[in-house]
């Protein structure tokens, strides 16, 4: 039964003659229900749709004003830390080559005073060993003095065939050995 009246129903439609929008009989009040529906939609999102959309725009606006200034007091900052880091830097070197400065020059005199320390020592060696030299000397000469006296003593016995005095070869032996000892 419900196909019956739908069927009856499709059929008056079409019977007459085509689209409803198109029926100049109902085109004034399809023009009053258009304006009036265009206007309540103008209400519609001129109050509701309108100001949501642009506080959120302001919203945009503002946060994206507010990066930028971040930003710019990110870079401010970032140049402020580099610059004093560079003087930082700055400063630290040139200190650290004062203090190289002054290790050089406190390691020069530690080891002029070494020098000078090690020169005094050697030279205080250099007189010892002098004189203890000069003593070994004076010692083998006074005793070889006895033994050449002797030596002379016999060679002059074995080759002359004469027996020599002891106080004369002793003499003649110191004087020679008094010409060498200056030389």
Do not use: C, H
């Not at 206007?39 to 001129?46: A, E, P």
């Not at 080559?97 to 020059?105: C, Y």
């Amino acid at each position: 039964m419900l196909r019956s009246i739908a069927l009856l129903a499709t059929e008056t439609e079409a019977d007459k003659g085509g689209m409803p929008q198109f029926d100049f009989s109902t085109f004034e009040p399809q023009i009053v229900w258009l304006i009036l529906t265009l206007v309540v939609l103008y209400f519609v999102v001129s109050k509701l749709v309108v100001p949501s959309v642009g506080s959120v725009m302001e919203e945009r606006d503002n946060r994206i004003t507010g990066d930028i200034n971040r930003a710019a007091e990110d870079r401010e900052q970032a140049e402020t830390l580099k610059a004093s880091s560079e003087a930082a830097a700055a400063d630290a070197r040139s200190k650290a080559q004062v203090d190289i400065a002054t290790a050089k020059s406190a390691a020069a005199a530690r080891l002029a005073e070494r020098a000078k320390a090690l020169d005094e020592e050697l030279s205080k060696e250099a007189v010892s060993a002098e004189e203890r030299i000069a003593k070994a000397k004076a010692d083998a000469l006074s005793e070889i003095a006895p033994v050449a006296s002797a030596a002379v003593a016999e060679i002059t016995g074995k080759v002359a065939g004469i027996t020599a005095d002891g106080a004369m070869v002793d003499g003649a032996v110191a004087a020679a050995l008094a010409g060498k000892g200056n030389a």
